[in-house]
């Protein structure tokens, strides 16, 4: 399909598909705010807290620094030494995550893929699914989900919105508690992510119950992005799809040890494919998905690095357990004082209770950036706006809970005396 002046071309052809990804337009325009006003207002830089970005702040449990250095240590003599381990993960860390992450749910550690993130896994699982398919996500979302769909071809162009065409987006707000029910129409794969990141909404048993009988009677392929289960405090809230009875038949779970155990600079995740989930091949034949995956995976990947995999199976020994508890607790702490000083500042308020994200109504209808632009301004708090992750989180603003205490108890009180 050479559809260019194919003869004479001195180039190699590019995906055309990248050139309708708007530019990285959300950290890039907030770290572009911040360094203005550092820059016009440098007596006040000091003041800045940084409450914008995903990411953890606190050191790494001691159990997985301990089985990490463990880890170093058996590569440093030839005896103990290791190469390349099985491109799924070790058996050791596949089992204690089977047995711990999914015990009582029927999940094999067969049916676990570890790899360096989720954000790369819920990204390449398109490299399983054929063209053609109506995908759903909802909005607002995290962006990889759109933007890997962009890159694979799934879609057409974007709108003066940022709206892609051919994608179905599933309008999140105030009046669904941020949790899109299923759609009327017939979708071949969504992404759902609960926790969510951004909205900090989290789907009830009920909630999940009617996706999955969507999910079925539609042949729909669920791709559940449980990233943040650890933060999960209410014990009624299911932590995995696979709580949910029929979801071994159609849903992919995605989880990661970044907000987990803290490991975002360590880099360790893990992919769930049941053996019971399947897609249509072009002849109509049903496929099990996980050996595609399997397949995909030991092409393209050729595993974590065996001390990062000895430090995450640690965080399942009892004292691992503990302390990503107390590392929870922290964070947890953090998104409740967060939500209380909003609530206080008589703004809306979704999100904090079983997430680490705080999501918050703009007061005065002003709009995600002037609520950004405001915080900045009048009290260098770096917040992240709503409507970077799709137009329905317009009038809506992110407080990331990953901080330290002193931070999070210092911003409270800065929103007392902006909205108080
Ligand atoms: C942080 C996060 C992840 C984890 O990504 P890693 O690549 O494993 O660090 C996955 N999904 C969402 C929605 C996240 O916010």
Known sequence: ?????????????????????????????????VTAFQQENPEKAARLIRCGIGDVTEALPAASIQAMHEGVDELANRASFKGYGPEQGYAFLREAIAENAYAGLAISADEIFISDGSKCDTGNILDIFGKGNKIAITDPVYPVYVDTNVMAGNTGDADAFGAYE???YLKCDAANGFVAPPPAEKVDLVYLCFPNNPTGAVATRAQLEAWVAYALANDT???????YEA????????????EIEGAHRCAIEFRSFSKHGGFTGVRCAYT???????????????????????????????????????AAAALFSEEGKAQVAELIKHYMG????????????GLPVFGGV??????????????????FDLMLHEVQVVITPGSGF???????????????????????????????
């Open 231 to 242: 933060f999960v405090q209410d014990a009624s809230v299911p932590r995995s799809i696979y």
């Open 354 to 371: 079983n997430a680490p994200y705080v999501w918050v109504g703009c007061p005065d209808g002003k709009s995600s950036w002037e609520m």
């Open 334 to 345: 953090n998104a409740s004082l967060l939500r209380e000083a909003c609530l206080a500042a």
């Open 1 to 33: 399909m050479r559809s260019r002046a194919y003869f004479g071309r001195a180039m190699a052809l590019i995906n055309d598909n990248f050139l309708k990804l708007k530019a990285g337009y959300l950290f890039p325009e907030i770290a572009r705010r």
């Open 166 to 168: 051919g994608l179905v």
């Open 390 to 420: 799709g137009a329905a989180g317009e009038g809506w603003f992110r407080i990331s809970a990953f901080n330290s205490r002193a931070n999070v108890e210092e911003v409270c009180r800065r929103i007392g005396t902006l909205l108080g």
């Open 272 to 310: 769930v494919i049941p053996k019971t989930v399947t897609g249509a091949a072009g002849n109509g034949e049903r496929v099990a998905l996980h050996q595609l995956w399997s397949r995909r995976h030991s092409t393209k990947f050729n595993g974590a690095s065996y001390p990062v995999q000895k």
């Open 221 to 227: 392929v669920i791709l559940f992005d449980s990233a």
